[in-house]
């Protein structure tokens, strides 16, 4: 077996249970997120709507010292993303800037807006981590 073979059995689909604990993982290894924990507390609520295998919500949890990324709701909600999957793996890709997809009302904002603004180095490290995962996702568009 090739390693192109062996790159191509590690690939996870985007948004998929797989992926998330791909995900979770990395966000639970990443010393940078859990040093930014301590400074910062944060819950975001990510809701994927019709995707290939209908919606997908999942969180990222930051405080005390600990980082947290998983299905489902935040527990401790500061703030709740709403988006189609097509808007979602336009971002993911970088086909697509976040901050237009909000200023365009593609990506749909609840909750806390300053909390959000405060935690913009979270959201930082956290890319680093999505980059990781990216290049092993496979997008079903």
Known sequence: MSTDDN????????????WIRELSREVRESDELAALAN????????????GPDGDVTYH???ADGSAAFGAGPADAEDVKMQQS???AV????GQLNAQEAFV???ILLFGDREALMGAQEVF?????VFNSVRART????
């Open 124 to 128: 930082a490290a956290l890319d680093t």
């Open 7 to 18: 790159y191509n059995d590690e690939m996870i689909d985007y948004l998929s249970l797989a």
């Open 60 to 62: 990222l949890q930051v």
């Open 85 to 87: 999957y097509e808007t």
């Open 104 to 106: 365009t009302g593609k």
């Open 39 to 50: 400074r910062h507390s944060i819950g975001v609520t990510q809701v994927v709507e019709d």
């Open 90 to 93: 336009a971002v993911a890709t």
């Open 138 to 141: 496979r997008y079903n568009i």
